[in-house]
């Protein structure tokens, strides 16, 4: 079956846009998480969804990111006002229940902000 | 806060060695350990997950074990190959996230 999927693959905006990242979970997944990974880094958590909720936000940087998941199924990161340090690899994974269970990750999305 | 460490940060062996990646974690109460490949410029790739009530899981040519009193993990590639090439990463999971290590970046010359 289909994994996680992400779009764009790369996205380059320049400082002060507004971006907008999509994220596809495996079909039945209850669970799905959005990380940022900066060169060289390991990844870190932003935020965990069940279902459409956001049960845990506290890995959001600041105000200026916001994430969405209205029908518990797709969800959107959004980031406001893009500033330099915005430019990572930001992933998304989702599992069957969240909890103790495997992550499934994405391929990423590769925001420059110049 | 859950903290993770691996170590070596880079490590490059001939084909066919056997090798050991290390990783620390500073709090014990984890639900499992995961091991995850990266390869350049792509997303994680799990390799192995180690629930806290289990000492080891294998697949294949990896072993990977965990002692949680002591906060570690270990990562055994046997018979290495030069496909093997690629970044490890460990993490730790804590209520609803997964807290990872910088990684080790191994490269296997053929």
């Known amino acids: 079956g289909a994994g996680v999927s992400q779009t764009p693959s790369n996205k380059v905006t320049e400082k002060g846009k507004y971006v907008e990242l999509r994220c596809d979970p495996i079909?039945?997944?209850?669970?799905l998480y959005w990380y940022r990974q900066s060169l060289g880094q390991g990844p870190e958590f932003l935020i965990y969804f069940q279902g459409t909720g956001a049960a845990d936000d506290s890995g959001l940087p600041n105000d200026r990111f916001f994430a969405v998941r209205p029908e518990g199924s797709v969800s959107t990161l959004k980031i406001q006002r893009t500033e330099r340090g915005d430019s990572a690899m930001y992933l998304c994974?989702?599992?069957?229940?969240?909890?103790?269970?495997?992550?499934?990750f994405g391929p990423g999305t590769r925001l420059l902000v110049l | 806060k859950q903290e993770v460490t691996q170590i070596p940060a880079a490590l490059s062996v001939p084909e066919g060695e056997n090798l050991v990646l290390n990783c620390s974690f500073t709090d014990s109460a984890i639900y499992n350990l995961q091991w995850f490949r990266q390869d350049p410029g792509k997303g994680l790739t799990s390799l192995l997950l180690i629930q806290s009530s289990q000492r080891e899981q294998t697949s294949g040519r990896l072993n990977a074990s965990l002692d949680k009193s002591s906060g570690r993990s270990t990562l055994y590639i046997a018979a290495s190959q030069p496909g093997d090439s690629a970044t490890y990463l460990c993490?730790?999971?804590?209520?609803?996230?997964?807290?990872f290590g910088e990684g080790t970046q191994l490269t296997v010359n053929p």
């Open positions: 079909s039945g997944h209850t669970a």
């Open positions: 993490a730790a999971t804590s209520g609803s996230r997964l807290t």
């Open positions: 994974a989702s599992s069957l229940m969240g909890g103790r269970e495997t992550q499934y």
